[in-house]
């Protein structure tokens, strides 16, 4: 075995099932996340001792370890189901977060309750449960009781308000139509019209009205602003200011990466400044993202863009126009960042190409761009492609340095649009990767936040994907074009 390698073999083989696994789990795990996000869930009841009902969503189930005291101080049922419960769970009591929304009424989106205090009954589905997602104030939940247009309340049976409501949410209505809504604990509500975005009863829906919802809500997901501090409503801005960036990095870092890679490879003496030049591109490539931040925001934003600003926009001083963070600007420091993988991955491309085809082409009598030009570059723009794709992958997936030079939490003017000039690279912008973390770290209301960082996350992957697609499918063409073509 030790002399035909097969424990080298295994060694080798079982390193790449454990990456292939490692990353094949961390990718299904945010794909099932993000994809059930927006998958409607039933609407509980849950009655407490005290005589309090708790309506909402069931959005996770735990187990926790109780207090010293707290069995010992429960009496009768409590009790006796709070033991049955730790003598399963090992210790362990069950609980369930329930999203209740009404957060005007009862000052929380999210209640634990523990299952100790459900008793048999205590739990129910009822079947006129609505699920109201509004403009304002989150989500809310509650039962129909009267549905009032031009004053007049027109529906008092559930099912006639539904159908009503249908009939009138999203299109022509009296001013000041309202729903009234009772919540669980029978307090009342009235709800405008006008600021209900979706409305469903859960308990009633069959499958192809959850995909309908589930639809709805994707759509609205992909094409909408957010509201409700990013974590309600879309992610358009940011999906349009991710692209723009990303293709606007692309753009600018490929022609400076190829023609240095071209004068270090091609044109430059090999010596010991070459190899200096190239030791410190690669130490470059190890910098940390945030010093290009620091540096972009120093260079680019108060040198030249307070340049720019003093020459052309001095009318508008002490306020920034190109002075400050902008979609340009974040593109130039990300073109700065990835410049050292299109360098290296183009001059590989370029050093692959035989010498005997420039020889060649010498020998006919070309001169050493000709040769460039039509030989060694055709040959090379695979390798150029991978670095381009690279390049692309990384600068899409950067945060840090935008958070610096450009990204903000909310941009609703786009820094492409139809106004003239139509390009606007001072404006700020949205980005994916900013909005997770801001969804994940600066949220108010983390726990509705949570699913939506798995749904942008699948996004953001999918977008990355899908350019680095493109650019595979053109680097394939380029392959079948020149490889094995005969100089």
């Given at each position: 075995m030790?002399?035909?390698?097969?424990?080298?073999?295994?060694?080798?083989?079982?390193?790449?099932?454990?990456?292939?696994?490692?990353?094949?789990?961390?990718?299904?795990?945010?794909?099932?996340?993000?994809?059930?996000?927006?998958?409607?869930?039933?609407?509980?009841?849950?009655?407490?001792?005290?005589?309090?009902?708790?309506?909402?969503?069931?959005?996770?189930?735990?187990?926790?370890?109780?207090?010293?005291?707290?069995?010992?101080?429960?009496?009768?049922?409590?009790?006796?189901?709070?033991?049955?419960?730790?003598?399963?769970?090992e210790g362990a009591l069950g609980r369930r977060l329930l999203r209740t929304g009404n957060f005007e009424l009862t000052g929380e989106h999210f209640r634990w309750v523990e299952d100790y205090l459900i008793a048999e009954g205590g739990e129910s589905r009822p079947e006129w449960a609505l699920v109201f997602e509004r403009t304002t104030w989150g989500r809310f939940y509650g039962f129909p009781t009267a549905l009032v247009l031009g004053g007049e309340v027109v529906a008092e049976d559930p099912s006639r308000i539904w159908e009503m409501f249908q009939d009138h949410h999203g299109g022509d209505h009296p001013a000041g139509a309202v729903l009234r809504v009772r919540t669980a604990s029978g307090e009342e509500k009235e709800l405008d019209l006008t600021e209900i975005v979706r409305a469903y009863p859960a308990n009633r829906l069959g499958f192809l009205d959850k995909v309908r919802v589930y639809a709805s809500r994707w759509n609205e997901f992909l094409t909408a602003e957010p509201r409700e501090a990013n974590s309600e409503g879309g992610v358009f801005p940011a999906i349009f200011g991710t692209v723009v960036m990303t293709l606007a990095m692309t753009i600018l870092v490929v022609p400076f990466g190829v023609?240095?890679?071209?004068?270090?490879?091609?044109?430059?003496?090999?010596?010991?400044?070459?190899?200096?030049?190239?030791?410190?591109?690669?130490?470059?490539?190890?910098?940390?993202?945030?010093?290009?931040?620091?540096?972009?925001?120093?260079?680019?934003?108060?040198?030249?863009?307070?340049?720019?600003?003093?020459?052309?926009?001095?009318?508008?001083?002490?306020?920034?126009?190109?002075?400050?963070?902008?979609?340009?600007?974040?593109s130039l420091t990300l073109a700065l960042l990835t410049l050292p993988v299109v360098i290296v991955a183009t001059e590989e491309a370029l050093a692959a190409v035989p010498t005997s085809m420039r020889e060649g082409s010498f020998a006919c009598g070309a001169t050493r761009w000709q040769t460039i030009r039509r030989v060694v570059l055709p040959r090379a723009l695979p390798g150029v492609m991978t670095g381009a794709i690279l390049a692309m992958a990384r600068g899409a997936g950067e945060v840090a340095p935008l958070m610096l030079v450009g990204a903000v939490k909310l941009a609703p003017d786009l820094p492409l649009d139809l106004e003239w000039p139509f390009m606007h690279p001072e404006r700020s912008f949205m980005h994916l990767g900013f909005h997770i973390y801001?969804?994940?770290?600066?949220?108010?209301?983390?726990?509705?936040?949570?699913?939506?960082?798995?749904?942008?996350?699948?996004?953001?992957?999918?977008?990355?994907?899908?350019?680095?697609a493109a650019a595979i499918r053109l680097r394939s063409g380029l392959t079948r074009k020149y490889t094995g073509s005969k100089f």
């Open positions: 030790l002399a035909r390698g097969e424990p080298v073999v295994w060694l080798t083989g079982s390193g790449l099932v454990i990456g292939l696994l490692m990353v094949t789990v961390l990718v299904g795990y945010v794909f099932y996340q993000g994809l059930i996000t927006f998958w409607p869930r039933p609407v509980v009841a849950l009655t407490t001792p005290d005589g309090r009902t708790h309506l909402g969503e069931v959005t996770r189930t735990d187990t926790f370890i109780p207090p010293p005291d707290l069995i010992p101080g429960l009496t009768g049922a409590l009790r006796e189901r709070a033991e049955a419960q730790t003598a399963r769970e023609m240095a890679a071209l004068y270090l490879r091609e044109y430059a003496k090999q010596g010991w400044l070459t190899s200096v030049v190239r030791i410190s591109i690669n130490n470059l490539a190890g910098v940390p993202s945030i010093v290009f931040g620091v540096f972009g925001l120093g260079f680019f934003c108060y040198i030249v863009g307070g340049g720019i600003d003093q020459v052309f926009f001095s009318d508008k001083l002490p306020s920034p126009t190109f002075g400050t963070g902008g979609i340009m600007w974040a801001d969804l994940g770290f600066q949220s108010q209301n983390s726990e509705a936040a949570k699913p939506m960082v798995f749904t942008t996350t699948l996004l953001l992957m999918g977008i990355v994907l899908f350019l680095n």
